[in-house]
């Protein structure tokens, strides 16, 4: 038997039903040819994909977790959290995010309007149309969309030429707060983590109370070993994770075979000091 630390866990991946390029269906089936045992789908403010997933890996050695990523608001940054092993028909859950996505879509129409006034033709048609018209847009799908129509090479230049603050197509947005979402995770009997810490540009001091505050609401766990950290980044949280008695999560945040720096199962190992968030989910049954 596979001890915990063993098992190859991807608690932090994408599909199409957000920015992913793989189907519910393709993930699972490229989680299970990359021997992962437990996998958890976390799109982006959206559970669309969750169905499709459970019934592919139904029969199958994988044990998929059903899980979000949803975008809050803390201080003034965006911060990513991931509610892992949600309930994911909980009926205040799926209304929040309907709200969500809503604002996702307003966003969109506000960073074409800014791609405009920036020169660029109308982005949003193609945008909507590589999103799958399913309502879940994102900046990545303008970032593909402006790779198909020849502005940039590729999607990290896209990013970093239009769609980050300071450039061109960014725009503002406000996404529920961070003690909402995690309200909102806990109630649908689900484990809140922070997503990727080392991607947040906070202070050292207002990290540490973003963290204090994720703990009073009830937070459990930040990602250490993810496809956003740097060995550096990885040792730093794993002290975090010892200091503040965080479960420690593993996921790759793949999105694509072509766009990802590591792909379904193949983010760094945890280090064996710390407590796999996995265990509590095992328990929970
Ligand atoms: P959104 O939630 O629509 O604001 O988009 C955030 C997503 O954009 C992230 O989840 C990543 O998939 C992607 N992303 C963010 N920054 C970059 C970057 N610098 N290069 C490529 N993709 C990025
Ligand atoms: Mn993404
Ligand atoms: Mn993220
Ligand atoms: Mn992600």
């Given at each position: 038997m596979?001890i915990?630390?063993?098992l ?5 991946t994408?599909?199409?039903a ?7 269906s393709?993930?699972v089936?490229?989680a299970?040819?990359?021997g992962?045992d437990i ?6 403010d959206?559970?669309s994909?969750?169905?499709e997933?459970?019934e592919?890996?139904?029969?199958t050695?994988l ?5 979000i990523e949803?975008?809050?608001m803390w201080g003034g940054s965006c911060i990513?959290?991931?509610g892992l092993?949600i309930?994911?028909?909980?009926p205040?859950?799926r209304?929040?995010l ?9 966003r969109a129409?506000?960073?074409n309007?800014?791609l ?5 033709p ?7 149309s ?8 994102g ?10 129509e020849n502005i940039?090479e590729?999607v990290r230049?896209v990013?970093?030429?239009y769609?980050?603050?300071g450039k061109?197509?960014?725009v503002?947005?406000y996404?529920?707060?961070l003690k909402?979402?995690?309200s909102?995770i806990?109630?649908a009997?689900g484990?809140p983590?922070?997503?990727h ?8 001091n207002?990290?540490t109370?973003?963290?204090e505050e994720f703990v009073?609401l009830?937070?459990v766990?930040?990602?250490v ?5 740097s ?9 975090v ?5 965080f479960k420690a999560?593993r996921?790759?945040?793949?999105h694509?075979p072509?766009?990802s720096?590591?792909d379904?199962g ?5 280090p064996d000091?710390?407590l796999p968030?996995?265990a509590?989910?095992?328990?929970r049954?």
């Amino acid at each position: 038997m596979k001890i915990l630390q063993d098992l190859n866990v991807d608690l932090h991946t994408h599909s199409t039903a957000s920015d992913g390029s793989l189907s519910p269906s393709q993930l699972v089936l490229r989680a299970i040819d990359h021997g992962v045992d437990i996998l958890a789908l976390t799109d982006h403010d959206t559970v669309s994909g969750i169905a499709e997933g459970l019934e592919e890996a139904k029969g199958t050695g994988l044990t998929f977790i059903p899980g979000i990523e949803i975008s809050t608001m803390w201080g003034g940054s965006c911060i990513h959290v991931v509610g892992l092993d949600i309930q994911f028909n909980n009926p205040n859950l799926r209304e929040a995010l309907l709200q969500i996505q809503k604002g996702r879509f307003q966003r969109a129409e506000r960073i074409n309007l800014a791609l405009i006034k920036a020169g660029l033709p109308s982005m949003l048609e193609r945008a909507l149309s590589i999103s799958g018209g399913k309502g879940q847009i994102g900046r990545v799908h303008f970032a593909r969309a402006m790779v198909q129509e020849n502005i940039c090479e590729d999607v990290r230049d896209v990013f970093s030429n239009y769609l980050v603050k300071g450039k061109p197509g960014y725009v503002e947005h406000y996404w529920p707060s961070l003690k909402n979402v995690v309200s909102l995770i806990l109630k649908a009997n689900g484990l809140p983590v922070i997503a990727h810490p080392a991607r947040y540009k906070l202070s050292y001091n207002l990290l540490t109370y973003m963290f204090e505050e994720f703990v009073s609401l009830g937070g459990v766990g930040i990602e250490v070993a993810t496809g956003s950290h740097s060995s550096a980044d990885i040792e730093r949280f794993k002290n975090v994770s010892m200091e503040y008695d965080f479960k420690a999560s593993r996921g790759s945040d793949f999105h694509s075979p072509s766009e990802s720096r590591y792909d379904v199962g193949r983010a760094p190992y945890l280090p064996d000091c710390l407590l796999p968030i996995w265990a509590n989910i095992e328990v929970r049954g």
